[in-house]
């Protein structure tokens, strides 16, 4: 029923939405399409990847298709873009899927999920483990056509304003945490919050909260976090990866050509490469200057602390397919394809990295 509400609603700003297109440069032959961000277009990395998309797409359709980029608040607010996409108020979004989890539980699988899949593994299951039908079969319910068009990699688990040395220390902390890892917390006493990008910083200033995550140093560093607290904790044991996704008007997809719609396939497939690359290539060099210039405390999780969140994100997990059958569809898929991924990372990936930290001199 409540989907049935949100199609009928969503029909009705589709069909407000499409009597605003810009008839003139249709009659010429030049599509224009609105892309929604949830971050502003200036932004470090994800700013900048959409403008490339909207670069890639009018030069791959030699100016046939011109996307307009509309950054976090000046179409719709950053959180609002599946809604305003999906019923037609703008043509395709620059997101994270699990932004929108109270549409669809499922939709946390597609950008990520406590103790889940890397980056590699992510594009694994999406392109040969059935996970981009089975986001196609969630979307479509929405009138959206999804695709993978960035990752983040592993992140790191966040910035806090004090030590975080047992579980009874996350008891009334207030964070700031995207997705299932703040579910995860919750489960601690933790009072967890979703802030867009542009906010964390003030709030966390503030100290309106009191720990906040983001991505990972680049992003982090841009955003200022360091000069709101001082201890950097990782792993990200709630984002082992981070994936970005390009989401289109169903309608609107359908109503392009063939080749349109390959040409859109491939930049975020490309897309999705890039920006992987990117957070790997810039981290490296972020993380020094965080600790060497602004002297920020670069600390782990005790072992303890991981296992139980370990713990209670397998309760969250099983909390997430119960009572939903397409959750637990696609959670099914998941889960199957992390252990057979685990069990290969364990004599690849993981085992080659493991190596490569041995005290040995090299080069």
């Not at 599509?31 to 990847?49: H, N, Q, T, V, Y």
């Not at 950053?78 to 899927?97: I, M, Q």
């Not at 057979?340 to 080069?363: E, I, M, N, T, V």
């Amino acid at each position: 029923m409540q989907r049935r509400k949100f199609l009928k609603s969503a029909t009705a700003v589709g069909i407000a939405g499409a009597a605003s297109l810009p008839k003139p440069a249709l009659a010429q032959g030049r599509r224009e399409l609105r892309m929604a961000l949830s971050w502003p277009k200036d932004f470090p990395i994800f700013g900048a990847s959409a403008a490339r998309i909207a670069a890639r797409i009018s030069a791959l359709s030699e100016g046939k298709l011109a996307v307009k980029v509309y950054g976090a608040g000046e179409l719709v607010p950053a959180f609002e873009v599946f809604d305003a996409v999906a019923g037609g108020a703008a043509d395709l979004y620059h997101s994270a899927a699990y932004y929108f989890e109270a549409r669809s539980r499922a939709l946390n699988f597609f950008t990520t999920v406590p103790f889940g899949l890397t980056a590699a593994e992510m594009s694994a299951w999406l392109h040969y483990g059935g996970g981009q039908e089975l986001w196609d079969e969630v979307c479509k319910g929405f009138n959206l056509k999804p695709f993978a068009a960035g990752n983040t990699g592993a992140q790191m688990a966040g910035w806090f304003v004090r030590e975080v040395n047992s579980i009874e220390d996350l008891k009334g902390l207030k964070v700031r945490m995207a997705g299932l890892g703040g579910d995860v917390l919750r489960r601690f006493g933790a009072t967890v919050v979703n802030l867009p990008p542009a906010e964390i910083l003030p709030a966390f200033r503030s100290r309106a909260i009191a720990a906040a995550e983001w991505i990972g140093p680049a992003s982090d560093l841009a955003l200022g976090l360091h000069t709101a607290a001082k201890h950097y904790y990782y792993p990200g044991f709630h984002e082992p990866s981070g994936a970005v996704d390009l989401s289109i008007n169903l309608a609107v997809w359908n109503s392009l050509a063939k080749d349109q719609q390959e040409m859109i396939r491939t930049v975020a497939a490309a897309e999705n490469d890039l920006v992987h690359a990117e957070c790997n290539a810039r981290n490296a060099e972020a993380l020094d200057t965080l600790v060497t210039k602004h002297e920020v405390k670069l600390q782990r999780f005790a072992d303890p602390i991981l296992a139980a969140f370990g713990q209670r994100a397998g309760e969250v997990m099983a909390a997430l397919a119960a009572g939903d059958p397409l959750a637990k569809k696609v959670s099914d898929s998941f889960m199957a394809f992390r252990k057979g991924a685990l069990r290969w990372a364990r004599y690849g990936d993981l085992a080659a990295s493991q190596a490569r930290l041995l005290p040995f001199k090299y080069g």
